[in-house]
């Protein structure tokens, strides 16, 4: 793996506190789902579902993220575009729905090796060293190759309906003396869920649960629950759950165990919500037989459901 595939997969987790911008305590409104659904499911995402977030937010902690560098004396500003290619890496996150993406230039006095180590000795506030540079690598057509090198801050804090953020430093040499520095400041946020894709416990007496085990001797075992303190506590787990930014692609073990949740308001009637778990990162959701946005970390599920099979929930 390059380095700057390593950085691409180095993001922030996802935490409860602000660092101080305005916009932490907003939610974007969920979106607008033609399924029918009960003012009860209504009332549950109002009450229980986590916060969304918004391009507004997202692109105020990156502008914030950037006033918070801190540069070698002497270092001046360049105009943002063009950007040179020695400083020009590739979208380390790619091209995302749900995120943005700021940058800014600069000119350092020092040469590359210094100025990456003061970089790396000056963490902005509220922030981590997350990747130090660990070298120099190359980049640009054969024959043509220019030498940078690589670091990440990223903030010990975030808004809580922000997936993932971190400012991205490219240092690489100046033709005309000293170094230059790209800075990326890169916000992933987390969409909103729809309405439909919520449970309202009171509604389900009936969860149909089927474990496929696949191996030698694939198998599937079901289990019919009526117990409405199961069924409750699994739709809180599930209400709680943040929608997935659609283009984050989750690094998967090999799928071993797929686990099927069918709520259904009786034995007789068809499953009105189904939900699909396994360990890897995603969660689908199916209600009234349309596809619902993804839900992200199925561990919380898996931790109620995998016991009751007598499975472990991370092996």
């Known amino acids: 793996m390059t380095f700057r595939s390593a950085l691409a997969l180095a993001t922030a987790a996802t ?6 911008i305005t916009a932490c ?22 009450r229980l579902g986590p916060p969304a977030g918004s391009r507004t937010e997202a692109a105020a902690l990156a502008w914030l993220m950037l006033a918070r560098l801190r540069l070698p004396p ?11 290619r020695s400083v020009d890496p590739s979208a380390l996150w790619g091209v995302v729905s749900d995120g943005v993406d700021v940058h800014e230039l600069f000119r350092l006095p020092e040469p590359m090796a210094p100025a990456a180590a003061f970089l790396s000795a000056h963490v902005p506030p509220g922030m981590s060293l ?7 690598g190359r980049q640009g057509p054969i024959g043509a190759e220019t030498a940078y090198t690589d670091l990440a801050y990223k903030p010990r804090s975030v808004p809580a309906g922000v997936n993932a953020a971190q ?9 005309s ?3 230059l520095l790209r800075v990326d400041a890169q916000v992933l946020w987390y969409p909103a869920r729809t309405a439909a894709e919520y449970i309202d416990a009171a509604t389900y007496h009936v969860l149909r649960i089927d474990v496929t085990i696949f191996g030698a001797r694939p198998h599937t075992i079901h289990r019919v629950v009526t117990s409405s303190a199961l069924i409750m506590q699994l739709a809180k787990v599930l209400n709680r759950l943040h929608a997935a930014p659609y283009t984050l692609l989750p690094s998967c073990p090999p799928i071993d165990v797929i686990f099927r949740l069918a ?3 009786s034995r007789q009637s068809a499953p009105a919500v189904v939900v699909t778990a396994n360990r890897c990162l995603w969660i689908q959701v199916t ?29």
């Open 15 to 20: 935490l409860a506190a602000c660092i101080g």
């Open 25 to 46: 305590d907003s939610a974007a409104p969920l979106a607008s789902q033609r399924a029918t659904r009960s003012p009860g499911v209504r009332a549950v995402a109002a």
């Open 74 to 84: 002497g270092s001046r500003r360049l105009p943002p575009n063009p950007v040179p």
């Open 130 to 136: 997350s990747i130090r540079a660990l070298g120099t």
């Open 167 to 175: 400012l991205v430093l490219t240092i690489a040499p100046n033709p």
């Open 177 to 179: 003396g000293g170094s």
């Open 263 to 265: 709520f259904a308001v």
């Open 287 to 315: 209600a009234g037989a349309r596809t619902q946005p993804r839900l992200q970390d199925s561990a919380p599920v898996l931790a109620v459901t995998a016991p009751m099979f007598g499975l472990n929930p991370q092996a």
